[in-house]
């Protein structure tokens, strides 16, 4: 409704200036915004006070003229100025009744549109490191990122989900001897104690077991040694870099061939089934490691120096990043030869753009935040246009359980995975805490709450909405009664009431919430908007009877809600959550 009225005060605005003579450069944006008091009308529009100084008149001269070119306009009931020049719409109840027909023929469509055009999006989110299994600090990303994709997909974008697997590096160095020092530990003869900044967790032992289970008899190393580096008063990375060497050197083939691929296969397809169960899907999962054996990072590290930006100091390659607004350079290539994650993602970007996308958008945690202005400053050095990156941050989620909050730490195998939060209150109310919130603003996810069957838990007074009308009709076929759409379309007209014409006019802002909540990457305006319009329907139930003796009214009211299920479970299907028929 809102882009139809634009549409019409577009054509009255370029009809007025051209009835008045006036000839302006540019045509201004024709902004409508929701009236915020009811009494206002609909809509309100600022247009007659921005066209006041390019047409050199008084704003309310200028917002008469507009109305009487507006004055043929059938979904109009009237116009009014308010103030310096406001113009208020008054829509008539016609044009509201007109929803509920365009739903029925749209059913699942409604509120899709072609905004987007087929622009080519790529969408990268979770991207969390095979390190251990996704937890719920995790979670919040991954609904966020696939809510995100849906929104995008339903407003016409062309949708690539993609998911950066870190399967090289340090910290899968990390894992792999974590796995191998309990796979050690299995041998009574060692007895050897597990360095701090090692993985820990449960899952470490079981990745241990199971290889332990298959190969007990691979090469071990000097035990002494072993455990004159774990006991030594060397800082706790400097020990895991000489276990790491020391794993290599003893386990030869191996290291990578047992250890390092078991323990990345293990993690990573517990990741994909946690992520398949919480109905986040990906098109690619995109190895870190690709871009090492078909020589991207290499490329993109000689391309930088041959154009003065890596420099060669202590033994190391840094990329100029302070030239590019960084606070300072950052190593790209250790003195060890080994490249950092940042030369990696130097040319995964790059790889980004290479492969045509119109638009690239990264969904990271809230502590990456320092690393946006290296990651444009490398695409603005490798020739791409670092605006084309655009970089949503998801502050940290936080777990309550009544007054208790409970502490997070990957290393130390304390915290909360995604599977055993979807266990406790379910996949439903997992997604939708996730995205209730703006994805910059820190989230408490109260579990109580999430677990509890009442109006204060959001996601249950939505769901009990569509169970609600579904419960109408199944009284209507229990009464012997009969739903005559025809009928009830026809008899619109009566739908008069306070709360019914609240409801009509709530779904009719349906596909405007979508394409806004896509535009702005806010899949929080959806979630809103599914609990204002499960409270106009509720206060609708409660007021109002449908079932009465008059025929066209009940019919009438059948279709309203008939069409206000179809909404909420087209909003609750982009949520990812199910819409029950009962409850």
Known sequence: MKELLQSHLKSAVETYLSQQDIAIDKLPAIEVDHAKDARHGDFASNIAM???????????????????????????????IAGPGFINFFLS????????????????????????????????????????????????GAAYGSVLAKLLAASGYDVTREYYVND??????????????????????????????????????????????????LPQPDTGELHAIINGHAEEDKKLDEIISLAKTTLGDNYHKVFFSHALEDILAGIKKDLAEFGVEFDNWFSERSLITRQKVADCIAALKASGDIYEKDQAKWFRSTSYGDEKDRVVVRKNGQTTYFASDIAYHVDKYNRG??????????????????????????????????????????????????????????????????????????????????AEQHLDFDLELAKSESNANPVYYIQYAHA????????????????????????????????????VKAITRYPEIIAQAARNHEPHQLSFFLRELANDFHGYYNSCQFLVEDERLCQARLCLISATRQVIKNGLDILGVTAPEEM
């Not at 993985?199 to 289970?213: C, E, F, L, S, V």
């Open 93 to 140: 109840k016609d044009a509201y009744y007109q929803v509920i027909p365009e739903i029925f023929n749209s059913s699942e469509n409604y509120g899709r549109s072609n905004e987007g055009g087929s622009t080519k999006v790529l969408l990268e989110f979770v991207s969390s490191n095979p390190t251990g299994p996704i937890h719920i600090g995790h979670g919040r």
């Open 468 to 503: 609600r009308i579904c419960s109408v009709f199944k009284q209507m076929q229990e009464r012997g009664m009969a739903f005559n759409k025809d009928m009830g379309l026809d008899s619109l007209s009566l739908l008069v009431e306070e709360t019914e014409l609240a409801l």
């Open 357 to 438: 996308f119109d638009e690239i958008i990264n969904i990271w945690g809230a502590d990456h935040h320092g690393y946006i202005s290296r990651v444009r400053g490398a695409l603005k050095a490798s020739g791409k246009d670092p605006d084309q990156l655009k970089i949503l941050l998801v502050q940290f989620a936080t777990l309550y359980i009544g007054e208790e909050k409970l502490q997070m730490s990957t290393r130390s195998g304390d915290y909360v995975t995604l599977e055993q939060l979807r266990e406790e209150v379910g996949n439903n109310a997992t997604r939708f805490f996730y995205v209730m919130r703006k």
């Open 168 to 217: 090289y590096g340090r910290q899968m160095d990390i894992l792999s001897i974590s796995v191998w020092l309990r796979y050690l530990d299995m041998q009574d003869e060692h007895d050897l104690p597990f360095p701090q900044n090692a993985y820990h967790g449960q899952y470490i032992r079981d990745i241990a077991a199971t290889i332990y289970k298959d190969k007990n008899d």
């Open 50 to 80: 921005v066209l006041a100084k390019p047409v050199s008149k008084p704003p309310r001269d200028i917002a008469a003229g507009i109305i009487d070119c507006l004055s043929q306009i059938a979904i109009l009931d009237k116009c009014e």
